[in-house]
């Protein structure tokens, strides 16, 4: 069982930036691997970051490459904090972001292979 709290999100112009912090906490933490997901009215969920979970290297959409870093502090046993750093904000990247875990040796990165999700918090863009 994991636990994800979100917490970052808020308003902000286009060009502007923010970070995200996505808190785990449970048990075990180190079988589970982290991502952010966003959706935005309308659309579909996508994934926007991921850490592996054996190699600890951090996979972007293309269209965050260059704009968006995730990161994570030192993985403890039962608690973890992971971020996602957000520059040169679009009007585009508006949607709900939610931090999400899946076991690390589950093969895909689709939206049903993570298990558990947090609230989602709201970045908003503006042009």
């Known amino acids: 069982q994991v636990q994800l709290v979100e917490s970052g999100g808020g308003l902000v112009q286009a060009g502007g930036s923010l970070i995200l912090a996505c808190a785990a906490s449970?048990?075990?933490?180190?079988?589970?691997?982290l991502g952010w997901f966003r959706q935005a009215p309308g659309k579909d969920r996508e994934l926007v970051a991921h850490i592996a979970g054996r190699t600890g290297v951090a996979s972007y959409k293309d269209s965050v490459k260059g704009r968006f870093i995730m990161s994570g502090d030192n993985a403890q046993s039962t608690e973890r904090t992971v971020y996602l750093q957000m520059v040169t904000l679009k009007p585009e990247d508006t949607a709900v972001y939610y931090c999400a875990a899946k076991p690390w040796w589950t093969v895909g990165s689709s939206v049903s292979d993570y298990g558990y999700w947090g609230q989602g918090t709201q970045v908003t863009v503006s042009s």
């Open positions: 449970g048990r075990r933490l180190s079988d589970f691997e």
